[in-house]
């Protein structure tokens, strides 16, 4: 079945550095956009950024931008996040999710999500 | 940006009884939009894409209209499962997720 599976959260001090991935399975992952969408604490949905199918387009919030780096490796089927200089406000649980083929779109399947916690 | 208001915020209902949450953009974005639920503690799922159509395995008391700036979730006969928060998102330009209506129990 489709499945995405997160992994690389935890505890990093204010101006660290931390890389996410995401492992995909069950489709043709070359095929598809791909997202991460993170979660503060008792808060909203926030969607972080998105590269296209081809990895030509990329995008970022301006929450963001600058500091986050998206990629993708359709050899290994999984994508990342490249988080530098972590603020306290980027605290959430960071989903993955995909999108849809070759185009934006609606998100499914999400993975399950990992912890990011940027504290001193 | 484009701005996705959901109310109400919080929605009280009586179990079978049925529900409607409502989602403005603050810019036309014609049927791209898309519903989502969420349970403590797991991930998203999606209900609706296109505006009005359901995914797959999503239930038919679950429903979608609109387009343009207005559109609405009409859960037709609550169930027990159904107590959660849901959340819009537009994907016409980019992405935004409205700020999400908390279901709960009356």
């Known amino acids: 079945q489709v499945q995405l599976v997160e992994s690389g959260g935890g505890l990093v001090k204010p101006g660290g550095s931390l890389r996410l991935s995401c492992a995909a399975s069950?489709?043709?992952?070359?095929?598809?956009?791909m997202s991460w969408i993170r979660q503060a604490p008792g808060k909203g949905l926030e969607w972080v950024s998105y590269?296209?199918?081809?990895?030509?387009?990329?995008y970022y919030a301006d929450s963001v931008k600058g500091r986050f780096t998206i990629s993708r490796d359709d050899a290994k089927n999984s994508v990342y996040l490249q988080m530098n200089s972590l603020r306290a406000e980027d605290t959430a649980v960071y989903y993955c999710?995909?999108?849809?083929?070759?185009?934006?779109?609606?998100?499914?399947?999400w993975g399950q999500g990992t912890l990011v916690t940027v504290s001193s | 940006e484009i701005v996705m208001t959901q109310s109400p915020a919080t929605l009280s209902v009586s179990p079978g009884q049925r529900a409607t949450l409502s989602c403005r953009a603050s810019?036309?974005?014609?049927?791209?939009l898309a519903w989502y639920q969420q349970k403590p503690g797991q991930a998203p799922r999606l209900l609706i894409y296109g505006a009005s159509t359901r995914a797959t395995g999503i239930p038919a008391r679950f429903s979608g209209s609109g387009s343009g700036t207005e559109f609405t979730l009409t859960i037709s006969s609550l169930q027990s499962e159904d107590f959660a928060v849901y959340y819009c998102?537009?994907?016409?330009?980019?992405?935004?997720f409205g700020q999400g209506t908390k279901l709960e129990i009356k």
């Open positions: 998102q537009q994907y016409n330009y980019y992405y935004t």
């Open positions: 810019q036309s974005v014609n049927s791209n």
């Open positions: 999710a995909r999108g849809q083929s070759r185009s934006l779109g609606w998100f499914d399947p």
């Open positions: 069950g489709f043709t992952f070359s095929d598809y956009y």
């Open positions: 590269i296209s199918s081809s990895g030509t387009s990329i």
